[in-house]
């Protein structure tokens, strides 16, 4: 059966939701619309932009997996069965009472929760976000690199408000240059654990997809390893 279409459906149910099943997959709730997204990099092999790709033929209910072995990759075949230990070993510390701060310019800090980097680059990219932030001639860069951190694991405060990019509710199953990437959660997308408890509601986040984080069931870059 072919799984792609040239569109998906506008409409996302107002009851959209993603829950996680014990030692199973993601499932996802409410028409939530599903595309691929790509690394793009320079000469340089620094990550500039997102290009996206494919959009995928979903159903109102779908499973996604979080095993990294399914054969009907990014939907779950059911290879988890007996082979897949799911345990979520995230900390229920809010994001802003866990954050490192990194002072930049004038009203102008930077919030990051390392164990949330996904290690998609583009904080590294020229110029490097810790020097970006310092120089407000380049404050609009730094909003960017911080949009397109996929985890939320760096935040933007311009005298103290919080500068967060419009995201639409969306899943994007992503790929890094090397391998595949993470799931990214857009648009505030209640996350319920395998013990019915919600996640803090974010704008973003990435979820594990290869089976191996630490951090379950949220990224922690442990793919590029």
Not at 72 to 85: A, I, Q, R, W, Y
Not at 124 to 150: G, S
Request: aromatic content about 6%.
């Amino acid at each position: 059966m072919n799984r792609f279409i040239l569109t998906v459906q506008d409409m996302t149910d107002e009851n959209a939701k993603i829950t996680i099943k014990k030692n199973g997959p993601y499932l996802i709730f409410g028409n939530i619309p599903l595309r691929e997204e790509s690394i793009q990099i320079d000469a340089m092999g620094k990550a500039i932009k997102w290009v996206e790709g494919q959009k995928f033929n979903q159903n109102e209910v779908y499973a996604l997996c979080r095993c990294g072995k399914s054969s009907t990759m990014p939907f779950c075949s059911g290879e988890h069965v007996n082979k897949f230990d799911g345990t979520e070993t995230a900390d229920d510390e809010p994001y802003n009472d866990s954050c490192l701060i990194h002072e930049g310019c004038d009203g102008v800090k930077l919030m990051e929760k390392h164990i949330l980097c996904t290690g998609a680059g583009f904080c590294h990219a020229y110029p490097r976000i810790e020097i970006a932030i310092k120089n407000k001639k380049t404050l609009e860069v730094a909003k960017q690199e911080c949009a397109n951190c996929p985890g939320g694991s760096l935040t933007l405060v311009i005298n103290g408000e919080k500068i967060e990019p419009i995201l639409k509710k969306e899943i994007s199953v992503t790929n890094d240059v090397k391998t595949i990437g993470p799931i990214w959660v857009k648009g505030e997308i209640p996350i319920i654990s395998a013990n019915n408890e919600q996640y803090e509601l974010r704008n973003r986040v990435a979820l594990c997809r290869c089976g191996r984080s630490k951090n379950k069931p949220f990224c922690d870059a442990s793919h590029l390893k």
